[in-house]
């Protein structure tokens, strides 16, 4: 071997040392998972439940918000006038369950003895007079016809004391319980109509769900809003996860719960505690955009790892890097890991 193959070997050997000192050579520890992926959030689509113009848009793009804050208001002129009206409604049925329950008044328990007892009384002048016409037509004294008029006389006055009898009789049991059941069912079906105008009305504000950031404002005041149609797009800044992939023989060194941490580009150095929160059940072709070291054409995982941010740094689509701890004694606590935490 002359002097240049002697020169080429120092120079291969020299070369692979380089190689292998090279930043995008370096090894991580075997105890550490890497993974590489996205910052995901969850956005909301918001929008009234209820029909009508917006009256007004208390918010705009990039403000950030609390949950329970009101965001829009609708004109409720046309719902106002219906809670109103659905409540005229339940008091005016109200007052009739009211008086059919109390029963009949005294004072109209009085009046219809008191018929009775004209009824009576005309009865029996109908009935003396009709014995005195009979008795003349008897004699020839007087017109078989008068006898039979004063007759006919007599027998509408029994009549017209039955029906007053029957009248007393009426108003001293009172209403049917039939009558007041029906009373009771059309108050409590007005009450639900009330409850459902009050519902609407209550509708016409709307409300931020959770926290988060209002990324678009579609609608303006004077639109016409519908459950149909979106008012803001709410970006929810908790929780805020990695949307990472893990080939199939790493899937045994990971579970849910391990903790990892997290670095961005945007942010060199720091690091992000975060935790393996979810993989999933089903295999997938690596995203496109997702940059590995392996073959793009590797089935994997996908691995949802909840990571703390604090100070809102961390932004929708942001390249990320986890480094799960394999060896770490670290775990989060059950109750800081989301029960549903779902697919988007």
Known sequence: MGFLGVLLIFAL???????????????????????????????????????????????????????????????????????????????AQNQALTRLVNGTRPEDIRKAGA???????????????????QSLADKNAGSKQDADDAQAAAATAEARLAAAQAILDLAIAGPRREDIE????????????????????????????????????????????????????LALTDPVWIRAYAAEPDLGKIRPGMAAEVETDSFPGKRYPAWV??????????????????????????????????????RLGMPATVRVLLNSSRSNPPEAVPKDPGLR
């Open 182 to 233: 029906e009373a009771r069912a059309t108050l409590a079906a007005l009450q639900a109509q009330l409850e459902a105008a009050r519902i609407e009305l209550a509708d016409a504000d709307l409300f931020a769900p959770a926290p988060g950031v209002i990324q678009e404002r579609l609608l303006e005041p004077g639109d016409m809003a519908s459950p149909q149609k979106p008012v803001f797009t």
């Open 277 to 314: 929160g979810f993989i999933s059940p089903t295999a997938e072709f690596t995203p496109k955009s997702v940059e590995v070291r392996q073959l793009r054409t590797r089935l994997v995982y996908q691995v949802r790892v909840f990571v703390q941010n604090p100070a809102d740094e961390l």
């Open 13 to 91: 050997a020299g070369m692979q040392v380089v190689w292998r000192n090279w930043p995008w050579s370096v090894r991580e520890p075997v105890d550490v998972l890497v993974l590489y992926g996205n910052v995901d959030i969850r956005d909301v689509e918001l929008a009234f439940n209820n029909s009508d113009r917006i009256a007004r848009m208390l918010v705009k793009e990039g403000d950030r918000i609390s949950a329970g804050q009101l965001l829009a208001v609708l004109d409720t002129r046309r719902l106002q006038a219906a809670v109103a009206r659905a409540g005229a409604q339940v008091d």
């Open 115 to 133: 018929d009775v007892e004209m009824a009576k009384a005309e009865l029996e002048n109908a009935r003396r007079t009709s014995a005195r016409r």
